[in-house]
């Protein structure tokens, strides 16, 4: 096991996502996973509050940020990664399975053609098993899709950040019905998770609580998820997981922010070119979902 990572969580009320700061103690380099862009979806007004948050936070202790980490095109809030690299002058990195994500949403939205779906919008896309450091901790990429096809989880020394994966144990796992998504596909990805070492701790993308529980939580080991996980802990098969996932997905709405959100994300959080009165638009795809 790699050196023991230093973490702290900022938890974005609007979306309940976890924003997590992964840092080595010894060099004092950080990374940042899953920044969110404050979004009013019916003023269509953006600010950077919640990312000025993590980077006061990287100021007063003393932190060098080294990366934006990305762990997939995210659906339920928009990014603030573009806005962390102009402020930290640090670069951007996604799952090269972005490119597949970009191809479908591009053509859903019907983008201009300038845009090009080859991951360009970020400053590195990761290979399953890539390898990289953050200052002394060791990193390794790890690919895991089934939510989307762009999702990884990202191994920082003795930690692992899943994105919306796998969540915590008495919440489960992630939707598989967006475009791309499979639930075959995702309990394989959720066993390379498990695969881990037992202590392995494991930070969620979001949390909503469950029936009985009052705080929000986003922080769990891998041996908890083996044997506690309501969807795939205790050894559960693949075919019980995909009945399950599917038959739940078929109930789920769309996320609230799912248009906005995507149609920025995959521009590596960019908003869309200005039209002629200097404003930028999103665009709100009509009986095609």
Known sequence: ????????????????TA???????????????DPALDFDAKAGRTWCEAADEIIAFIYENDLKAAWVLETHVHADHLTAAPYLK?????????GAGVRDVQATFSALFNLEPEFSPDGSQFNHLFEDGEAFSVGSLSCRVIHTPGHTPACVTYLIGDTAFCGDTIFMPDF???RCDFPGGDAAT?????????????????????DYKTKGRDSFMWETTVAAERDDNVHVGG??????????R?????GLPVPMLMLPAVQVNIRGGAFPPAEPNGVSYLKVPLNAL
């Open 235 to 244: 050894g559960a098969t693949q075919g019980d997981f995909v009945t399950m």
């Open 19 to 33: 924003q997590h700061l992964v840092w080595c103690p010894e060099t004092r380099q950080a990374a940042i996973i």
């Open 186 to 206: 995702l309990y394989g990805s959720i066993q390379k998770i498990l695969a881990l070492p037992g202590e392995t701790r494991l930070f969620v993308g979001h």
């Open 1 to 16: 096991m790699s050196a023991r990572a230093q973490v702290h969580t900022f938890f974005h009320d609007a979306t309940n």
């Open 172 to 174: 489960g796992t992630a």
């Open 86 to 94: 102009d402020k930290l002058g640090v670069p951007v990195g996604i």
């Open 246 to 250: 599917e038959g739940r997905d078929a």
